[in-house]
């Protein structure tokens, strides 16, 4: 009898703590290339990720993909995910879906890829940039996409894409040489020759990001003249279009993947090569101001595949939100051959003074910002 009630006491107790397994585990660090679930259990799907933090909420805008290499076209559109402390994401479902007409820019089956999500203070709208390929033309049509909403989480209405900064030359910052300025009548190499070639319909626009200063000017940042260049490219009042004026980065040495970021009013671009999906070495730039001149540092990376960003590729540089000199540096792990298993390879920056480095780490936590 005594007995028979210790045991039922015991299972009560073993009831009662089977509940908390039943809901979702709290994630409470950061460990890069794992599968990283969601509210539901899913590995969050939102690759060449894109970050905005309001009002005590972190926002994570992705390319969904699906299963295998079709997962490498746009067949459902951009994912959004939120968070409170950047560990556990909840889904938002999907913020902008790609479009079943088959003559939409965004229509399924085109590449869209790299969505950023900035928020417009005087328009009071969100507004997304990603760039985007049309459907069934491979990576030649090198267009900027954009698309706006009302509510952080979407539905985001697409607006247009196209070619930057049609009939522009670039800005050059006081004391540029003028050796280092690009003369259209005389192209000195294969990129001023490319961007030559499309001063009148417009620069390419591929890998890309979005910045918005200190001052509420918001700049897109991305690959141009056939990822030989990077252009950083000032944005309209209300961020949903080009001014014309524009700066040429590390022309001629192709760096995509650009990821920016303003720390102690200097700015820093982390970049990587071109070797479509498969990793490089990544890159760092500094400046003291948006306009150049940008100086080239080499890889920021160490650790096991440090030469190989870790088996990463650069998307993103997100500031943790009331935590000094805390940067998280985000990169992706892509599988094209099952797209939607790509991982997420996140790090803190460790500043050096005015240089940066990323560390290798098998896990951590945000408490590596309290020291
Ligand atoms: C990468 C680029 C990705 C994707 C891929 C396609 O270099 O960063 O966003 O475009 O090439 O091969």
């Not at 940039?129 to 900027?144: C, D, N, P």
Request: hydrophobic residues 35%; charged residues 20%.
């Amino acid at each position: 009898m005594k007995l028979r009630k210790i045991y039922a006491v015991k299972l009560i107790i073993a009831g009662l703590m089977a509940i908390p397994l039943m809901v979702h585990a709290q994630a409470k660090q950061f460990t890069p290339g794992a599968i990283w679930p969601d509210n539901n259990g899913v590995h969050i799907n939102a690759h060449g990720g894109g970050f905005l933090y309001q009002k005590g909420t972190y926002y994570w805008f992705g390319e969904h993909k699906i299963a295998g290499g079709a997962g490498n076209r746009a067949m459902v559109g951009v994912h959004c995910y939120s968070s409170k402390d950047l560990y556990n994401w909840k889904d938002e479902g999907i913020a902008l879906p790609v479009s079943p007409d088959t003559t939409n820019d965004i229509a399924k089956g085109c590449i869209l890829e790299r969505p950023k999500v900035v928020y417009n203070k005087k328009t009071k709208k969100y507004v997304m940039w990603f760039h985007l390929e049309l459907r069934g033309q491979g990576y030649k049509a090198a267009r900027a996409g954009v698309a706006v909403s009302n509510k952080v989480t979407g539905p985001y209405t697409f607006v247009k894409s196209y070619r930057p900064n049609a009939g522009f030359m670039p800005y050059y910052p006081d004391g540029t040489p003028d050796n280092e300025k690009v003369d259209c009548t005389q192209p000195k190499n294969k990129s001023e020759g490319f961007f030559c070639r499309d001063v009148p319909g417009g620069q390419m626009a591929r890998d890309m990001n979005v910045f918005v200063d200190d001052d509420g000017k918001a700049y897109h940042i991305f690959s141009a003249e056939e990822n030989f260049t990077l252009d950083i490219a000032e944005l309209n009042a209300d961020f949903t279009g080009h001014t014309g004026k524009f700066a040429r980065v590390y022309a001629g040495h192709q760096t995509e993947a650009p990821a920016i970021f303003k720390h102690n009013g200097t700015y820093y671009l982390i970049g990587s090569g071109t070797t479509g999906w498969d990793p490089n070495p990544a890159r760092w730039f500094s400046a003291k101001s948006i306009w150049g001149p940008w100086t080239y540092h080499g890889n920021p990376c160490i650790g096991p595949k440090a030469e190989l960003t870790f088996g990463g590729q650069s998307t993103y540089v997100l500031p943790v939100a009331g935590k000094k000199d805390a940067f998280i540096f985000m990169a992706d792990k892509w599988t094209p051959k099952d797209a939607i298993d790509g991982r997420y390879l996140w790090f803190p920056v460790t500043f050096k003074g005015d240089d940066i480095e990323i560390n290798w780490m098998e896990n951590w936590d945000l408490n590596v910002f309290n020291n």
